[in-house]
């Protein structure tokens, strides 16, 4: 079924289409279990630019989403990206009226490695404990939940993101970028922090045929595009289907 990548940015918190968009390319998470998580980073290349309503500002926030129109009914977006714009440069010398840009973009994790620490005292505490106490030190919001381990005390100085791998690794732990909790407000989203374990041992996975209402985000495949990846691969050892009807 056809699945396309969009784009929207914020101008004075009001969020608009970006159009004209003719590449996108983005990078998000880890990508092995044992890497640190980087920066998230993306770029598009979009024109023509007098077409441009509002003018992409730096430092405006931006959303990269897939569309899965045929999914399941009520739904048609998933966030794929949250980021700022970091660079915006011109490519003149185009046919007329088809100069185009190319927009930098860093995840929101960006603004941790921009938050300077200076000999902030982190106490022996659980590692959730440890994430909200950078999180305060750097005046910067997090959904932090599920710490398993207990993190020794130290001091720090140095960008808070760098702070918070180091709480990371300890744990084992995962992070991404979201709207908060029960909010539909795209001007405030947030860095989430979830422990090792975290995630259920057994999981449901609602598969249809894009003509059911929406199960809860994260949970539905259709029906006949569901891959499993190969036993090497695999994070879990067991994987049971309980088929409900037969179409």
């Given amino acids: 079924f056809p699945v396309t990548i969009s784009c929207s940015t914020e101008y004075i918190y009001t969020w608009y289409q970006v159009n004209n968009i003719q590449e996108l390319q983005f990078t998000k998470g880890r990508r092995r279990q044992v890497d640190d998580y980087p920066i998230d980073t993306g770029e598009i290349t979009v024109g023509p630019i007098p077409a441009w309503s509002p003018t992409p500002k730096l430092g405006n926030r931006i959303l990269f989403y897939f569309d899965y129109p045929e999914l399941y009914v009520g739904q048609t977006e998933y966030q794929a990206m949250w980021g700022r714009i970091t660079d915006v440069r011109i490519n003149y010398g185009m046919v007329l009226n088809e100069d185009t840009a190319a927009i930098t973009v860093d995840g929101i994790q960006a603004d941790w490695g921009r938050a300077q620490l200076n000999s902030v005292a982190i106490s022996q505490a659980n590692t959730a404990d440890q994430v909200l106490a950078i999180s305060t030190a750097a005046g910067i919001n997090i959904g932090q939940f599920y710490g398993r381990s207990t993190g020794t005390a130290l001091t720090w100085t140095g960008n808070a993101f760098d702070a918070l791998s180091i709480v990371t690794r300890t744990e084992e732990a995962r992070m991404w970028a979201d709207l908060s909790t029960g909010s539909a407000d795209k001007n405030n989203p947030i860095l989430y922090w979830f422990g090792r374990d975290s995630i259920a041992t057994t999981y449901t996975i609602y598969c249809g045929d894009g003509t059911t209402a929406a199960p809860p985000i994260g949970t539905a495949l259709k ?17 049971t289907i309980s088929g409900q009807q037969v179409s």
């Fill in 223 to 239: 029906y006949d595009r569901l891959t499993f990846r190969s036993a090497a691969e695999e994070f879990y050892t067991t994987v």
